[in-house]
């Protein structure tokens, strides 16, 4: 039962004097006719009681720190298993490998300044709650779809090539593969968070040593003649480090993006975590130090031991890496190996990525931005509607089969959100240099700076793969805007964590 929404608009008021209480008063008195602190109007909030909470509880303290950091692992490790090398198609090796230092360099500044916007706001709505925080509902909103479209869609891509591993395994592929998988990880997700964090973590474990192993059986067969394989074009700058030339390096950096995509989603974890102020930033810092070491490795001795040219439009690069002629010549005990257990680092990232679009579309339904159903959690305090709704979407996305184009959307949905995370961790140091920060990132804006200037770059390089996919991601994205422009920015829940906070 909702109580009555005063939709009066005014302008901000400038507290005259430093009276504290007065102003922290006219702050209460802003929120209450739907205007933040920032200035920013155009908001109604509903009032609701103890019960509407009382059915929206996660379960605290499910996760300490190294539960986090195999957490933002087991996002990105199937990057490492399939997606990256559709780079090569693009750019050529060297063109992956530009854009792949970029990329890096982007996510690790990047993973330090969501360390300490994490610790400014530890909900379960991660990067929504930063961009609330620095631009209001607005922001909030506008930075939340992205990411939901980037979680909602990767889990797609990534059954995809789930079906592709499957195929070489068990002679399976297809929706039937697709659907099993979801039915599987959903139905553990729906069963407990701590039980799934721990599955995850098993899970990852099992997948990095599969890789430790394709490595060591890829680097007596590396030569670094077999990165420079694929005919050179007569693009601009082309040669045979750049066969596609410098536009090369920018068309591939939405498949550089999969080797590092979805370790922001660790301060998703904020609510289930044990102590967030301590443990967010040590998993997302100890994440990306594993992610960065993955990729350097992976893109050094995949194609240095099987050629470029010859994993450029795998499905599945490390087993057709092993198995090629430049190689071992045909199936063995390590490819079989890395083909069985390798299975375990895309079902890591899949089953690890479906918990973090359930957390953040079960923020922004708590907190009104998204229908209110869709935060309702069961007597093991999951969000089941949260799970289940993206889940059906997902599944029938993966239906399409197109791997390599399911990625250009994930990324476009990325990107943006990235845009915004930065641009949210500069305002909150203009705006609120004071403000407690048990973590402070390293160069401080300096840091975020660099991270914003690649992010952009990043969002308009998938209109150099397919500018069809990204436009129809930027309809679908306009879908939602409308959405909360006609309908949801009138119905916010006032007393919800990120609503409720004086900024």
């Known amino acids: ?17 430093a009276d504290a209480p007065l102003r922290l008063k006219i702050i209460r008195t802003f929120k209450r006719i739907g205007m933040d602190t920032t200035g920013h109007s155009g908001v109604e909030y509903d009032k609701v009681g103890n019960e509407y909470f009382e059915k929206r509880q996660l379960k605290r303290g499910a996760a300490g720190w190294l539960l986090l950091v195999g957490l933002g692992v087991a996002y990105v490790i199937s990057g490492d298993y399939a997606g990256w090398n559709f780079g090569l198609a693009q750019g050529g090796w060297g063109g992956l490998f530009v854009a792949s230092l970029l990329m890096a ?12 916007l994490a610790t400014i706001a530890p909900t379960a709505g991660g990067g929504y709650g930063f961009a609330r925080r620095a631009f209001g509902p607005w922001g909030g909103f506008l930075c939340g779809i992205a990411i939901l479209i980037e979680y909602a869609i990767a889990p797609a891509a990534i059954a995809v090539f789930i079906g592709a591993y499957c195929n070489s395994l068990f002679g399976i592929d297809g929706w039937v593969v697709y659907l099993a998988f979801y039915v599987v990880f959903l139905g553990i997700h729906l069963y407990g968070a701590g039980e799934a964090l721990r599955l995850i973590f098993a899970i990852t474990a099992l997948a990095v040593v599969a890789l430790v192993v394709f490595l060591i059986a890829m680097v007596p067969h590396f030569d670094a003649n077999n990165l420079f394989d694929i005919p050179v074009t007569d693009a601009a700058g082309a040669s045979p ?23 922001e ?10 102590d967030p102020k301590r443990d967010l930033p040590r998993g997302l810092i100890g994440g990306i130090l594993v992610l960065l070491a993955c990729c350097a490795l992976i893109l050094t001795f995949g194609p240095g031991g099987a050629g470029a040219d010859a994993l450029k439009a795998s499905g599945n690069p ?4 092993l198995e090629s002629a430049k190689v071992y010549g045909g199936p063995t005990w390590v490819s079989r190996f890395v083909n069985f257990v390798g299975l375990a680092g895309l079902i890591a990232s899949f089953f690890s990525i479906i918990f973090g679009y359930s957390r953040l579309v079960f923020a922004m339904s708590r907190a009104g931005y998204l229908p209110r159903a869709l935060s309702l959690t069961s007597a093991r305090k999951t969000p089941y509607v949260a799970l289940i709704v993206p889940g059906i979407i997902g599944f029938l996305l993966s239906l399409s089969g197109q791997g390599d184009l399911l990625i250009l959307i994930a990324v476009f949905g990325a990107t943006i959100s990235y845009v915004m995370m930065m641009a949210s961790h500069i305002a909150l140091r203009i705006q609120e240099p004071n403000l407690e920060r048990p973590y402070r990132t390293p160069g401080g804006i300096l840091t975020s700076g660099v991270a914003l200037i690649l992010a952009c770059v990043a969002v308009v390089a998938g209109f150099l793969v397919d500018p069809r996919v990204v436009i129809g991601a ?9 959405y909360f422009g006609l309908y949801s920015r009138h119905h916010l829940v006032a007393a919800a964590p990120g609503e409720d906070e004086i900024f």
């Open 318 to 321: 490390l087993v057709e890496a």
């Open 105 to 116: 360099t982007m996510y690790t500044c990047m993973c330090f300044a969501l360390a300490e």
């Open 1 to 17: 039962m909702h109580g009555p929404r005063n939709s009066q608009r005014q302008r901000p008021i400038q507290a005259a004097s």
């Open 265 to 274: 989603g660790v301060p998703l974890a904020a609510e289930e975590t044990s």
């Open 241 to 263: 480090f750049l066969p596609f030339g410098y536009i090369g390096i920018w068309a591939a950096i939405p498949y550089a993006i999969w080797f590092f995509l979805a370790i």
């Open 474 to 482: 930027a309809v679908v994205y306009a879908i939602f805007i409308a």
